[in-house]
């Protein structure tokens, strides 16, 4: 599983961030700072959560087989 992040489309809320400072680092002014990141295993359900807690939905969960699980209308 990988966490994909439209990083230019951050509106530096930081809710991500809120969920997992360590998953969803944050960039001096606020704004998300990395493109995405491998899931490490016992990390799925916590990037999942930051995921969705993304207002904006610019943080993408793509599944092992390729399919975007999240968000719901995903942009391919
Ligand atoms: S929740 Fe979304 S918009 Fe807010 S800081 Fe994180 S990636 Fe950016």
């Given at each position: ?54 207002p ?13 699980s ?7």
């Open positions: 599983m990988k966490i994909r992040i439209e990083r230019g489309a951050c509106v530096g809320n930081a809710r991500c961030a809120a969920i997992s400072n360590d998953l969803f680092p944050l960039d001096d002014d606020g704004y998300i700072a990395t493109d995405g990141f491998e899931v490490a295993a016992g990390t799925e359900k916590l990037a999942r959560n930051g995921a969705k807690s993304c904006e939905r610019i943080i993408v969960v793509v599944e092992d087989d390729g399919t975007t999240w968000p719901p209308a995903a942009r391919s």
